[in-house]
């Protein structure tokens, strides 16, 4: 069964540091997205991405970070440079053209900002 | 703006029924889904349910959905320990990222 896939399963860094978190989504889906859960809390959402453009955000997605498709498969968050608040799990989710379509979750990738 | 509401814990013994409740927020969501998180996973789509019905049964899960008061369940019928997880009800916002809850963490004990 196809299936999300997240590189690394865990990441850590200094704070200031740049991280970019790679995935690759499953291959007939048309829309991305990355989620975060720090530690304890709720799973929230934090952008979307379709036909190669940023299509929703939330407050949390600001300048510090960023979205980029630089291939057919891969789909990576970068976070220019961390603060200790951004560590948490980061997920990633693709889901296919349907309005409403179901996401399917990759495993997540641990960040540590240390 | 508002969340989505639901209890944090639920313990049920093993082969009784669980059943998760949820609040959510927007009476015109198409779709309202439900998750698991095993620890240390990522998050598995149980089942969803389309707005325009009031059940919806998948071996042993039922989903209900009572959209007068945007009140969805899970029902999880002859619970086993390998359910012990935690459950997130989520549903689309305006566009299509999901708002979740906190999450029903069921422990099943033998």
């Known amino acids: 069964e196809p299936e999300v896939t997240q590189t690394p399963s865990h990441q850590v860094t200094q704070m200031g540091q740049e991280v970019i978190l790679r995935c690759v989504p499953i291959?007939?889906?048309?829309?991305f997205y990355w989620y975060r859960q720090i530690l304890g809390q709720k799973v929230e959402f934090l952008v979307s991405f379709y036909n190669n453009e940023i299509s929703e955000k939330s407050e949390i997605f600001d300048d510090q970070f960023s979205v980029e498709r630089p291939d057919g498969s891969n789909f990576t968050l970068k976070i220019r440079s961390t603060k200790l608040e951004d560590s948490a799990m980061y997920f990633c989710?693709?889901?296919?053209?349907?309005?409403?379509?179901?996401?399917?979750f990759g495993p997540g990738t641990r960040l540590t900002v240390t | 703006g508002e969340d989505v509401e639901q209890s944090l814990f639920l313990s049920v013994r093993e082969g009784d029924s669980s059943v998760i409740n949820c609040t959510y927020t927007?009476?015109?969501?198409?779709?309202l889904y439900w998750y698991k998180q095993e620890p240390g996973a990522g998050l598995q789509l149980l089942t969803y349910i389309f707005s325009n019905m009031d059940m919806k049964q998948d071996q042993r899960l039922t989903v209900l959905l009572n959209k007068k008061d945007k009140h969805l369940s899970l029902r999880i019928a002859d619970t086993q320990t390998g359910d012990s997880a935690i459950y997130f009800c989520a549903e689309p916002n305006s566009g299509y990222a999901l708002n979740f809850g906190k999450g029903t963490s069921l422990l099943v004990t033998p």
């Open positions: 989710a693709s889901s296919d053209n349907r309005a409403g379509g179901e996401q399917y």
């Open positions: 291959s007939n889906h048309l829309y």
């Open positions: 927007d009476s015109s969501s198409t779709y």
